[in-house]
C-alpha cells in the first residue's frame, strides 16, 4: 500500500533524552512536513522540507531538528532543549499534480515524556 | 499573516440532524487553497475537500456539503442527516500565497459528537 508511516505509535521519553521520530513515505512525493498537535489545539508546523538535502523552519522549531537525505525519509528529533515536547506530531507529503496541493498524513505519534 | 479561525469548540448533535461546521479565513494572498480534514481517534488526518481561491462553485459530496464565499472569507461544511461515524475532530485549514511551499495554517479544530 502506498502511503506514510510513522514510528512508532507511542513514545516516551525521558527528561534530557532526545529521541527521534521516524516518517517514511512511498509516495514519491518531494516536499514533506512535521505538524505537532497539543490537546483542543490545531496543527502547528514544525519544519518541511520541499526538496532532498534541504529544510526550513516552520513556526515553532526550536528545540527540533530534522534531516532529508533522501527523498523517502523526513526523521524529526526532538531534543532536551524542548521544554514541553509531550504533543502527538503527524508527518505529511505533499501530492504530486494534479493534486500537489493535498498533504497527506500519516497515522502519527504520540510523545510522552516521564 | 495567515489565519483560520473554527469558533466552534464542540458540537453534539443528535443522529439526522443536519449540522454546519464554520470556517474563516484570513490571508492577503489572491491565489490560495482551502482544505478540510477530518480526524477520527485514531489520529490520522483524512482529506475531504480542497478548494481553490478562483472557484466558489459550492459542492455537494453524498451528505457532504461546502459553503465558500470569499465576500465573507468563509468556507462552511455542512453534514447532512448526520450519522455516528461522523463524530471526529473537523479541521479547516489554509495554504498558498505566491510561493507555494504548501505549507498548512489550521484552524483550532471543531470536535462534532453524533449520538444515537
Known amino acids: 500500500d502506498g502511503g506514510i508511516t510513522q514510528s512508532p505509535k507511542y513514545l516516551f521519553r525521558k527528561e534530557g533524552q532526545n529521541v527521534t521520530l521516524s516518517c517514511e513515505q512511498n509516495l514519491n512525493h518531494d516536499a514533506m512536513y512535521w505538524y505537532r498537535q497539543d490537546p483542543g489545539q490545531g496543527l502547528r508546523l514544525i519544519y518541511y522540507s520541499q526538496i532532498v538535502n534541504d529544510f526550513q523552519k516552520g513556526d515553532i522549531a526550536e528545540g527540533y531538528s530534522v534531516s532529508r537525505e533522501k527523498k523517502e525519509s523526513f526523521p524529526l528529533t526532538v531534543t532536551s532543549a524542548q521544554k514541553n515536547p509531550t504533543a502527538f506530531y503527524l508527518c505529511a507529503a505533499l501530492g504530486t499534480a494534479p493534486r500537489n496541493t493535498e498533504a497527506f498524513f500519516g497515522q502519527g505519534t504520540r510523545l510522552t515524556v516521564v | ?116
Open chain 2, 1 to 116: 499573516a495567515q489565519k483560520v479561525t473554527q469558533a466552534q469548540t464542540e458540537i453534539s448533535v443528535v443522529e439526522k440532524e443536519d449540522v454546519t461546521l464554520d470556517c474563516v479565513y484570513e490571508t492577503r494572498d489572491t491565489t490560495y487553497y482551502l482544505f478540510w480534514y477530518k480526524q477520527p481517534p485514531s489520529g490520522e488526518l483524512v482529506f475531504l475537500i480542497r478548494r481553490n481561491s478562483f472557484d466558489e462553485q459550492n459542492e455537494i459530496s453524498g451528505r457532504y456539503s461546502w459553503n465558500f464565499q470569499k465576500s465573507t472569507s468563509s468556507f462552511n461544511f455542512t453534514i447532512t442527516a448526520s450519522q455516528v461515524v461522523d463524530s471526529a475532530v473537523y479541521f479547516c485549514a489554509l495554504s498558498g500565497g505566491s510561493s507555494n511551499t504548501g505549507k498548512l495554517i489550521f484552524g483550532q479544530g471543531t470536535t462534532l459528537q453524533v449520538k444515537p
